[in-house]
């Protein structure tokens, strides 16, 4: 039996392109040039041009980082969106519903826990996107509770009654 290994597409950078970005050169190539020389002389060109565009951002800028445990609600909170759109079919939605609380309990026992051990050993500096622990506990907290009564709504209101029909 032979195993094929599955290839990873090249990932491809997008620059937006500002007024006096250079991107590439519009010389023609020479003569003997072969297509790999075309190809690196395109890459240290985007590459240049990549460097440039962002050569005066400061990174340790906290505008720059998104939260983890905040993200990762957000993305539950996607979850949730499927759960309400009514053009998927029923059981799809109560699958939905379904995943959304599997994941907030797993993010709960994981993220959270961390958190609130971050919290006791006294650890009162901020991340890279400048917020401390119990900053970002109120925040997912806030999010959490509204997400589920959504979450219990979606199925009292909605599903529920359709099922039975």
Same mark, same amino acid.
């Given at each position: 039996?032979?195993?094929?290994?599955?290839?990873? %597409?090249?990932?491809?950078?997008?620059?937006?392109?500002?007024? *006096?970005?250079?991107?590439?050169? &519009?010389?023609?190539?020479?003569?003997? %040039?072969?297509?790999?020389?075309?190809?690196?002389?395109?890459?240290? $060109? =985007?590459?240049?041009?990549?460097?440039?565009?962002?050569?005066?951002?400061?990174?340790?800028? &906290? #505008?720059?980082?998104? !939260?983890?445990?905040?993200?990762?609600?957000?993305? !539950?909170?996607?979850? @949730? #969106? $499927? %759960? /309400? !759109?009514?053009?998927?079919?029923? @059981?799809?939605?109560?699958?939905?519903?379904?995943?959304?609380? &599997? !994941?907030?309990?797993?993010?709960? #026992?994981?993220?959270?826990? *961390?958190?609130?051990?971050?919290?006791?050993? *006294? /650890?009162?500096?901020? *991340?890279?996107?400048?917020?401390?622990?119990?900053?970002?506990?109120?925040?997912?907290?806030?999010?959490?509770?509204? %997400? @589920?009564? #959504?979450?219990? /709504?979606?199925? =009292?209101? +909605?599903?529920?009654?359709? @099922?039975? +029909?």
């Amino acid at each position: 039996m032979t195993t094929q290994r599955a290839t990873k %597409a090249p990932e491809i950078i997008v620059i937006p392109q500002q007024e *006096g970005d250079v991107v590439a050169d &519009s010389s023609e190539p020479s003569a003997n %040039a072969s297509p790999q020389d075309a190809e690196s002389i395109t890459a240290n $060109q =985007n590459s240049s041009a990549y460097s440039d565009h962002f050569a005066d951002m400061d990174l340790s800028s &906290s #505008e720059l980082y998104l !939260n983890r445990e905040l993200s990762y609600v957000q993305f !539950n909170l996607r979850v @949730l #969106e $499927q %759960a /309400r !759109n009514p053009r998927h079919p029923l @059981l799809d939605r109560l699958m939905f519903l379904l995943i959304f609380s &599997s !994941n907030l309990d797993e993010f709960y #026992e994981i993220r959270i826990s *961390g958190l609130k051990k971050q919290m006791e050993f *006294g /650890r009162q500096r901020p *991340g890279p996107d400048g917020k401390f622990p119990d900053e970002i506990m109120k925040e997912v907290n806030q999010l959490v509770r509204v %997400a @589920l009564q #959504e979450q219990y /709504r979606i199925l =009292n209101e +909605e599903l529920f009654p359709s @099922l039975a +029909e």
